[in-house]
């Protein structure tokens, strides 16, 4: 949980960080669902005052759209749902590290807090080519933690490739 | 139209600067239309191979959708009329400097070139703060060209928030 730095507040307490694992399983679940169909295993959820506001997983094959990742669609999903488009006081949880696409959507967003299983060493810039999450020129930063449910989002991932290759 | 290194291509003949200004007024024709019904004036287009492909203008307001800029309409209006996520051998026009999240938008496309005409200090990620477009770590490429109709672009877009200070 603490591989990245936090700016706007202090590591999860032992029960925060137990709704995370159990939040992160429903992304998980929305992985599972993307790899049945043939997309890549990506899930994504948006939770505010515990509720689900917003879901998605990978869909660029589907609808041939490259913007399809998961967490473009989950904020396309909550930001209908609820009229607005600024998920302020919101917690989005996804299965791998975003990309610089994703990650700047969760900025214009205003998401305030954004929780990742396993990073994404080739384009996640939340941390590991770079963290426009946490850019302090841009007009907006985000908490963030990692390492939720790493180990299985990352086993789904490469089993996917590896029967692709 | 030499701002930014090509890493590509040489620097476009006179006549294709022509063809240029001719396709980027077009974008800046539904930078207009953005205007007109209180969106930020800021347009697109993608053409290929002489046609029009693909267009759009920002619609975040309308759409209560922060990732609805105009690159990423224009995106997902031209893989969908296409049907395939790759909008290779095509060029996008737009009147401002793409964010972070429309520069990964237009990397995940493969999108091979890009002009656009007026800077954003704040935001742009294709020169200004950084070039998501030209970076090497990542899996494409873009040739950037800027500064085409850029006073007209940056004209509109002061007229617009000076309008809602």
């Not at 603490?2 to 960080?17: H, I, V």
């Not at 996640?124 to 020129?137: I, K, Y």
């Not at 963030?144 to 996917?160: I, K, N, P, W």
Request: charged share 20%; aromatic share 4%; glycine share 6%.
């Amino acid at each position: 949980m603490a591989e990245l730095p936090s700016t706007s507040s202090p590591q999860p307490s032992p029960e925060l960080a137990s709704i995370d694992l159990a939040w992160m399983d429903r992304a998980l679940e929305l992985a599972t669902r993307a790899e049945a169909v043939g997309e890549v295993p990506v899930g994504a959820i948006i939770v505010r005052h515990g509720d689900v506001v917003g879901s998605g997983h990978n869909r660029t094959v589907a609808d041939s759209d490259p913007t399809a990742h998961a967490e473009v669609v989950a904020i396309r999903d909550a930001t209908s749902r609820i009229g607005d488009w600024r998920l302020t006081e919101s917690t989005l949880y996804v299965s791998l590290e975003p990309c610089a696409m994703c990650a700047g959507a969760i900025v214009l967003a205003r998401i305030p807090r954004v929780v990742f299983a396993t990073p994404d060493p080739k384009a996640g810039m939340a941390g590991s080519l770079g963290n426009l999450l946490q850019d302090v020129r841009l007009n907006h930063r985000c908490e963030v933690h990692s390492g939720v449910r790493a180990d299985e989002s990352a086993t789904m991932l490469r089993a996917f490739f590896k029967a692709r290759r």
